[in-house]
């Protein structure tokens, strides 16, 4: 009965027919890719992503099947397609098998249009299985095509990016020289003086006076030499990777306080004010002694390059997760080239939020005419890499004869990356 019902039924031509099966066609191409193992991608595709630009060449098959031409042009639409499988993450060989998929289920309803209607003309069908392989070497050769330049273009980009990071490598390898050189420099100096001091107290012809300057030139002399040796040693573990996080709950605002409180006799003995401002009580997850180390090489760094004014530690909370601390001096300011050193860790924050003028902010490549005090490279370094250690962010804000802010940003809760 089904048959003789069919068969009184008005014939449509076989582009009306796939047309009215267009839904099922991409039902049934989409269950054949879920079933396909290969394909990873199809589950965490919507409906529209999925089919993408499929029903358009759907419709050129259309136009071919009644001899018309075509809207689009089949190996362009086919690229469009390619490129979204490209942003997908499809692989070349998961493209070709979907496409291989779609044109067997076009198959499959062709020879159910030839089973249905039987008394169709041979060379329909003929014409059809001929235009419907044309039309799949269309596709492929768009969808490739298209997949290969993206292939190509990511890997011109990959290089790029490679030759970005050894030009990095070797900029960082040149300042790293440079501060061993400067840093060898002031040991030098150090050690002339000291023995320079040394000797002169050698001599008989001494007052009590001068020896007493003379042994108060080789004591501070002798403390920066330790100063300058620990911080080189300090950088030195650090670049080889020997300190690693360890995690305690601690009060973060004790600290502070009391690194603050054993700085006032250094900020008195240099006519500064050192004042600190925060919350009583900061409970943390991080490791003490790192965070103690961070605040304590830009304490110093503050004190003994301000000559006047103000050296001020505050820290607060951010946000549930996060919270700062900030060092913030009236001194001359950091050079270019300190600024520059740290460039990708210490930048300028945005301008709505900025504590200085940002008329008075320099550009990276800026001349300033403040100086870069001895020894500050290093701590500022030492500084850097323990951030890094922990996870946290610096902004920075300099200015001639105005001064300095580094904030650090912190995890209240440190976490290990994976």
Request: net charge negative.
């Amino acid at each position: 009965m089904k048959s003789e019902s069919l068969l009184s039924t008005k014939q449509p031509d076989l582009a009306t027919y796939l047309f009215g099966r267009r839904e099922a066609i991409l039902n049934n191409w989409r269950t054949v890719c879920e079933q396909d193992e290969t394909l990873q991608a199809v589950s965490g595709l919507s409906r529209e992503e999925f089919n993408d630009m499929v029903p358009t060449i759907l419709n050129v098959l259309g136009h071919q099947l009644n001899n018309e031409q075509p809207e689009n042009d089949p190996i362009q639409v086919a690229s469009e397609h390619g490129l979204h499988r490209w942003h997908k993450g499809y692989t070349l060989r998961e493209l070709l098998k979907e496409i291989g998929h779609l044109f067997h289920v076009v198959s499959e309803e062709v020879d159910r249009y030839q089973t249905l209607y039987s008394t169709a003309n041979a060379s329909v069908f003929t014409q059809a299985y001929q235009k419907l392989l044309h039309l799949n070497q269309a596709t492929v050769e768009g969808s490739a095509a298209r997949y290969d330049e993206m292939e190509r273009t990511a890997a011109s980009s990959r290089a790029d990016t490679l030759q970005s990071a050894l030009n990095q490598l070797s900029e960082l390898t040149r300042r790293r020289n440079d501060l061993l050189r400067v840093s060898s420099h002031d040991l030098t100096s150090s050690v002339g003086i000291a023995q320079g001091a040394a000797a002169m107290l050698d001599l008989e012809n001494q007052s009590p006076e001068e020896r007493t300057q003379l042994m108060d030139m080789l004591n501070r002399n002798l403390a920066n030499l330790k100063t300058m040796l620990q911080s080189l040693m300090d950088l030195a573990r650090l670049e080889a990777g020997r300190e690693l996080p360890l995690i305690s709950r601690f009060d973060v605002a004790k600290l502070l306080r009391e690194l603050v409180e054993d700085a006032q006799p250094f900020a008195a003995q240099r006519q500064l004010t050192l004042l600190a401002n925060g919350p009583y009580e900061l409970l943390i997850e991080s490791d003490a002694e790192k965070i103690r180390r961070i605040v304590q090489n830009l304490l110093v760094n503050a004190l003994n390059y301000t000559s006047a004014g103000v050296v001020s530690v505050s820290w607060g909370e951010e946000d549930d997760y996060r919270f700062n601390i900030a060092v913030q001096d009236t001194g001359p300011g950091l050079s270019s080239s300190i600024v520059q050193s740290m460039v990708g860790l210490l930048k300028p924050m945005p301008e709505s939020a900025l504590v200085f003028d940002s008329r008075q902010l320099p550009e990276p490549a800026a001349s300033l005419n403040s100086v870069t005090p001895k020894g500050e490279g290093v701590g500022l370094h030492i500084v850097k890499r323990l951030c890094e250690l922990l996870d946290a962010n610096l902004d920075v804000e300099t200015a001639p004869d105005k001064g300095t802010l580094i904030r650090v940003r912190f995890s209240r809760v440190y976490r290990k990356m994976q």
